[in-house]
């Protein structure tokens, strides 16, 4: 495999940091659900902390792999969100976005630079987060319909729907 190009490297360590920032973002979002028994938003929300850390750990042996050493930097705050369920989902999917647009400009960079190794790493990414997105956008627009409607009581049941998905 040919050398990792400067760019490459510092794109590669800079979305193994967002992953991070993923994973720490996911579990404050899911100690405020937690905290206020929504059991299953707090278990889906826990469970994405999880891949997102083995998100991390992808980013990290593949820099190793390719001879460099990853770089640990600070990690800004979790990003908040306001206190309520609504806004938690949407903070999530906000967070995935970033993320996606992250990803893509890896992807272009490595393809631009005819990495193959790295066009092929970043698609699993790519796919991961396309199946994200969808899967929040829909829990959004559910969510949505039910605060409309009833307020709390329903959020309630639609917390017990989020944890068949988990
Ligand atoms: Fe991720
Ligand atoms: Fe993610």
Excluded at 100 to 105: E, N, T, V, W, Y
Aim: proline share 3%.
């Amino acid at each position: 495999m040919p050398k990792l190009s400067p760019t490459l490297i510092a794109k590669l360590n800079k979305q193994m940091m967002n992953e991070l920032h993923a994973f720490i973002t996911y579990e404050q979002l899911s100690m405020w659900a937690q905290l206020h028994l929504y059991c299953g938003i707090a278990a889906y929300f826990s469970e994405q902390a999880k891949e997102e850390f083995e998100h991390y750990k992808k980013y990290k042996n593949f820099l190793l792999e390719r001879g460099v050493k990853p770089s640990i930097c600070a990690i800004e705050a979790p990003i908040s969100a306001e206190p309520n369920v609504l806004s938690h989902l949407k903070t999530a999917l906000r967070l995935e976005e970033k993320n996606s647009a992250s990803i893509l400009d890896l992807r272009e960079t490595a393809e631009k630079e005819k990495d193959v190794g790295t066009v092929l790493f970043t698609d699993y990414f790519v796919k991961e987060q396309e199946l994200e997105e969808a899967r929040l956008g829909g829990l959004i627009e559910v969510a949505t319909k039910v605060q409309s409607a009833t307020g709390e009581g329903l959020l309630f049941q639609l917390d017990s729907m989020i944890a068949k998905f988990v």
